[in-house]
């Protein structure tokens, strides 16, 4: 692992609400793996909201809506399904926010259709390994200045 690798696992666990929601710190991937497999807190995804991803793509991209009332009613965590598509989600939301330099433009490119994805937005791509993959592949090549 390098501290590239590290340092994205931390910015993902920081949009999922850092120590203060996760209970703990996120130096590597292996540690945010361990969170993952403990079951993120529900507050988790309030966090991605502050960070642009709307209750809308919470529902498509990590939970319905019913089942996210009865986690919330019963105080329960996301279970391990749930909480890897949440970390997935987050790490695009890092690496784009690194990528742009800019909350707002990282945003912005997540939210748009994109020739390279046939007219997908990025956002909705990340519903899949796959597809998250294809993403952090696009936003490499932006990051070297290569075109998508």
Not at 89 to 99: D, F, I, Q
Request: aromatic share 2%; charged share 30%.
């Amino acid at each position: 692992m390098d501290e590239n690798d590290a340092s994205l696992a931390n910015a993902a666990a920081e949009r999922l609400g850092g120590p203060d929601t996760l209970g703990c710190e996120v130096r590597s991937d292996a540690d945010l793996a361990g969170v993952v497999e403990s079951g993120l807190p529900i507050e988790c995804l309030q966090a991605l909201g502050r960070h642009g991803v709307t209750d809308q793509e919470i529902h498509v991209l990590i939970i319905n809506p019913r089942t996210l009332s009865h986690r919330r009613l019963k105080a329960q965590r996301l279970t391990l399904d749930e909480s890897d598509r949440a970390a997935r989600v987050a790490r695009s939301v890092a690496l784009a926010e690194r990528t742009f330099a800019n909350r707002e433009k990282a945003s912005a490119w997540l939210h748009r259709e994109l020739g390279i994805f046939k007219g997908r937005r990025p956002i909705d791509m990340i519903r899949t390994h796959a597809g998250a993959r294809m993403v952090e592949d696009a936003l490499a090549r932006i990051a070297w200045g290569a075109p998508p």
